[in-house]
């Protein structure tokens, strides 16, 4: 009995004890400047805000994984779907895009849609398979015939500078949710499809539609200038050069003792961080008390036997599609976020590599099904991730220090670099071995 209560009494303060050290590390990279740590606030915190996305990111997986056992290896896809709201919702329009081909391509949309809802109303009632061939070959020649030139047009118009139709001028805040209303439409489309078979199928499919969508943001310039990048995305927080400008806050920074310059910096991470920090607290509130729910329990029922919970009457397949979306929704809140953090949309920086894979090590490292877990090991994947390229070459250079010159050492020099994939499966595989449940496993 007294083991129980020992071992009750440290899972209580392991999740405290574990966020106080991570903590100590953010402060230490904050205030100490060695070969280990920056000594930089500007760092510091630029590393805590990627840490706080990546966390929101991971407790959308975690919902998904955790709650339900669905395996999204298309994380990136629906990351790069909510970055894509920022350009169409804060964005200014490009008047003279519009003139050039907006109605047409609003016209071939509208086309695209009203196909499809045809499409399906005809299968509904005839299922008949030459019908729907037969609708679908005309609705995309009326489609093509709309929408190619419709894009010529709109590529045409500055491309240095434009070639695309812009966005709506609204407020940056509103595009986080719209970003999550992207994902949680293209998760739908791909849940209709692939929850109703086996699961593997769900992996196979988010693996190859989150390529395409990466792939289709590359090629349409005329969406978000395609690889040619969008730069210039509004923030929700003040600007550096405004705050440098302002003789208010250049006293109220030299009073703290530092520059303008530095002081701007911090003070721009910092506002950046509580609404980081707002949107990650409410989203774990939602998830807890949806967690905590009879929602919840027939969710981890379901996970757990999914015989079973046939057998007593669940829809699986319907709840399934119920996480699945929700959980890709908050998985495009956060791409949205990041594309607002870093004022630019490029789509060649959506690696699954990291927007993937690193997703799920964070997930697997903290404790896939307990929210707390997905944030810790988010938040403490994120920082090794920086961490060790910096640590990875000292490191290699210590180590080879009495090796005579040669080819070895000039090879092990140069893979230092590569220090960081090295030290993600190494985590990952100690993690797996003394931890299995993760830092902070489910209850």
Same mark, same amino acid.
């Given at each position: 009995?007294?083991?129980?209560r020992q071992s009750?009494?440290y899972?209580?303060w ?6 106080a ?13 060695n070969s ?8 510091s ?5 990627m840490?706080l996305?990546s966390a929101i990111?991971?407790?959308g997986?975690n919902?998904q ?6 395996f999204?290896v ?8 909510g970055?894509?709201?920022p ?10 895009a519009?003139?050039?081909?907006g109605s ?7 086309v695209g849609?009203?196909?499809l ?6 299968w ?9 061939t037969?609708?679908l070959?005309a ?7 709309l929408?190619?030139?419709?894009v010529?047009?709109i590529e045409?118009?500055n491309?240095s500078?434009h070639?695309?139709?812009g ?5 940056v805040l ?6 999550g209303?992207?994902?949680?439409v ?9 929850l109703?078979l086996?699961s593997d199928?769900?992996?196979i499919a988010?693996?190859?539609?989150g390529e395409?969508?990466v ?5 349409e ?16 927080v003040?600007?550096e050069?405004?705050?440098?400008n302002n003789p208010?806050f ?14 701007s910096g911090?003070?721009?991470k910092?506002?950046?961080?509580t609404l @980081?920090l707002?949107?990650? %607290? =409410? /989203?774990? $509130?939602?998830?807890e008390?949806a967690?905590?729910?009879p929602w919840g ?5 379901i996970?757990?036997?999914?015989t079973?919970a046939?057998a007593m ?7 399934h599609?119920q996480?699945?979306i929700?959980g890709?929704?908050v ?10 953090l870093?004022?630019l949309?490029?789509?060649?920086s959506?690696n699954?590599?990291r927007?993937t ?6 997930v697997i490292?903290?404790?896939s099904g307990n929210?707390?877990g997905?944030?810790l090991?988010?938040v ?9 390229e910096?640590?990875?070459p000292?490191?290699i250079?210590?180590?080879?220090a ?13 893979s230092a670099?590569?220090?960081? @994939?090295i030290?993600?499966? %190494? =985590? /990952?595989? $100690?993690?797996?071995?003394f931890?299995?449940?993760?830092l902070?496993?489910e209850?």
């Amino acid at each position: 009995m007294s083991n129980t209560r020992q071992s009750a009494g440290y899972s209580a303060w392991r999740a405290p004890i574990l966020f106080a050290i991570l903590a100590i590390l953010f402060v230490l990279e904050g205030t100490v400047r060695n070969s280990m740590f920056s000594g930089s606030w500007n760092t510091s915190l630029a590393i805590l805000n990627m840490g706080l996305l990546s966390a929101i990111t991971a407790l959308g997986v975690n919902m998904q994984w955790g709650y339900a056992g669905l395996f999204n290896v298309g994380v990136v896809g629906f990351l790069a779907l909510g970055g894509l709201a920022p350009v169409l919702v804060s964005l200014p329009p490009v008047e003279n895009a519009w003139q050039a081909g907006g109605s047409r391509l609003l016209a071939a949309l509208a086309v695209g849609v009203g196909v499809l809802a045809i499409a399906k109303l005809v299968w509904t009632r005839t299922r008949s398979g030459l019908a729907i061939t037969a609708i679908l070959i005309a609705g995309f020649v009326a489609y093509r015939y709309l929408f190619d030139p419709a894009v010529i047009a709109i590529e045409a118009n500055n491309p240095s500078r434009h070639g695309n139709i812009g966005g709506l001028g609204l407020p940056v805040l509103l595009s986080w949710m719209v970003g999550g209303l992207f994902a949680a439409v293209a998760a739908w489309a791909i849940g209709k499809v692939a929850l109703g078979l086996r699961s593997d199928y769900l992996a196979i499919a988010t693996l190859g539609i989150g390529e395409i969508i990466v792939a289709v943001m590359k090629n349409e310039d005329w969406l978000a200038r395609g690889v040619k990048n969008i730069t210039s995305i509004p923030r929700p927080v003040a600007y550096e050069v405004d705050l440098q400008n302002n003789p208010d806050f250049v006293g109220f920074a030299q009073s703290w003792g530092f520059q303008a310059a530095e002081a701007s910096g911090i003070w721009v991470k910092l506002s950046y961080m509580t609404l @980081f920090l707002v949107v990650l %607290l =409410v /989203l774990i $509130l939602l998830a807890e008390l949806a967690l905590k729910s009879p929602w919840g329990r027939m969710m981890r029922a379901i996970r757990d036997n999914e015989t079973a919970a046939e057998a007593m009457g669940k829809d699986v397949t319907r709840r399934h599609l119920q996480v699945f979306i929700l959980g890709s929704a908050v998985i495009g809140i956060a791409g949205a976020m990041m594309v607002t953090l870093d004022g630019l949309l490029t789509p060649t920086s959506y690696n699954p590599l990291r927007y993937t894979f690193l997703i799920w090590v964070m997930v697997i490292v903290g404790g896939s099904g307990n929210n707390w877990g997905a944030v810790l090991g988010a938040v403490t994947i994120w920082f090794l991730w920086i961490k060790v390229e910096v640590w990875g070459p000292a490191l290699i250079g210590l180590l080879t220090a009495t090796l005579p010159d040669g080819p070895l050492k000039l090879h092990l020099l140069d893979s230092a670099p590569h220090m960081r @994939f090295i030290a993600m499966g %190494l =985590v /990952l595989l $100690l993690v797996l071995r003394f931890a299995p449940r993760g830092l902070l496993p489910e209850k």
